[in-house]
């Protein structure tokens, strides 16, 4: 992080000066993290990461028992529940930190969404068994919102869950459901009660390998596959797996969605993405210049420089505001984040030229590995299976049509 962090709260409502300067502590904070990267993260996943591809289960699950061992397991968890009780701001700074090395992440569907959730609404039982499994990286998770008709509408989704005894029966489909594939339990949303619109859809956790379960593969345009459809034919999930109570899935499922814009933000994949787009400029050439030396394109980067600044201020102000906002800052760094990251994509596949017309499959998901890569400078693959894949960054974790009504609506209410 450039820019300095000593911020008062307030200071840019009363039209004072914002000054972030990081502080003795936390600047020691950083060096610790990068002292730790260092030694601990295996070169193999942060060549893995760096290049874009889709982090792997496998490497998740190492990393986060490296961290569990540390005490990191949980930057975003209070010590209450067994996570570092870190502030904002080093949260922030380990998570830019790891990102920038190249470390996989971390469950964002344990530590960011259904672990929150649960920790807030779910019940003791509940919450004993799944606290303990997300710190050590024992559990994934998929994410059941979205459906073929319901997708930033969730209200109108259609999957039924009907009591019977002791169980929930569910039927229905769930569509772009992200690493379900790999993952051991499924927090969805349901109807329990048709009738009552919105106040009829409730949460539920079910075993995804449990009968009647189906995923079906969807491969993206960039030859990947992460995303996913599910179908549930007569699923039986225990009553004991409702989230709180029944139905106030649709409370749970908007402070779980706040939680997720928050963090599409995205300012340390920003930062890294507009490091890569600078190198890859001093490399190309055009009519035998460099691209950072091209007076045009070196301007692009600048205004992306600029606003890539402004993402990061309006992060931290988000961060260390401790009155709160008013205004719905989940979807304003969420539009902000999501579209930055496009607009750095879609310069970096223009600086790659002829090269970026190539799809340089992801080595782990190929049976040849790297060897069917096509011929290209190292900084080639991965750029464009990135820049596809990130075309759905301004829909997933609600469109950012929706997003600019949240905020449309709270200017009107204020």
């Not at 020691?28 to 990461?49: C, G, I, S, T, Y």
């Not at 402070?255 to 993405?273: G, T, V």
């Not at 070196?298 to 102000?317: C, G």
């Amino acid at each position: 992080m450039h820019a300095e962090c000593n911020y008062r709260s307030g200071a840019a409502d009363r039209g004072e000066a914002v000054n972030f300067k990081l502080d003795p502590a936390d600047e020691a904070f950083r060096q610790e993290v990068r002292a730790f990267l260092r030694d601990h993260l295996p070169p193999q996943m942060a060549e893995q990461n760096a290049r874009g591809y889709h982090f792997r289960r496998d490497e998740m699950r190492v990393w986060t028992r490296l961290l569990y061992d540390k005490g990191w397991s949980g930057p975003n968890w209070p010590r209450e529940w067994g996570g570092t009780g870190w502030s904002h701001l080093r949260q922030f700074i380990f998570e830019e930190e790891c990102f920038m090395a190249g470390a996989p992440p971390i469950d964002t569907g344990g530590f960011r969404m259904i672990g929150p959730v649960l920790m807030t609404f779910g019940s003791e039982a509940l919450k004993a068994r799944y606290a303990p499994l997300i710190l050590r990286g024992e559990v994934f998770w998929g994410q059941g919102f979205s459906e073929p008709n319901a997708g930033s509408d969730l209200g109108s989704l259609t999957t039924r869950a009907e009591r019977d005894g002791d169980d929930y029966v569910i039927n229905g489909q769930k569509i772009w459901t992200s690493y379900v594939d790999t993952a051991d339990v499924i927090f969805m949303l349901v109807k329990t009660d048709p009738s009552a619109g919105r106040r009829g859809i409730s949460m539920l956790l079910v075993d995804a390998k449990a009968p009647g379960v189906t995923v079906r593969p969807i491969i993206d345009i960039g030859e990947t596959h992460s995303l996913n459809e599910v179908f549930f034919e007569n699923v039986r999930t225990p009553v004991s797996n409702l989230v709180g109570e029944e139905g106030k899935g649709w409370t749970y499922a908007k402070f779980l969605l706040e939680l997720e814009r928050a963090f599409s933000a995205e300012w340390p994949r920003n930062r890294r993405n507009l490091e890569q787009l600078r190198e890859m400029a001093r490399l190309e050439r055009s009519n035998g210049s460099r691209l950072i030396d091209t007076p045009g394109f070196a301007a692009r980067i600048a205004q992306l420089e600029v606003d890539l600044q402004a993402l990061e201020y309006l992060s931290l102000r988000a961060l260390t505001d401790k009155r709160g906002s008013p205004l719905p800052m989940g979807s304003m760094l969420k539009i902000r984040g999501s579209e930055l990251l496009q607009k750095i994509g879609e310069m970096q596949v223009e600086a790659l030229g002829d090269y970026a017309a190539y799809v340089y499959p992801d080595p782990h998901q190929h049976p040849l590995g790297k060897a069917a890569w096509p011929p290209g400078p190292d900084h080639a693959p991965g750029v464009l299976t990135d820049f596809l894949y990130r075309r759905a960054t301004t829909i997933y974790g609600g469109a950012n049509e929706v997003q600019r009504g949240i905020i449309a609506k709270s200017y009107l209410e204020l």
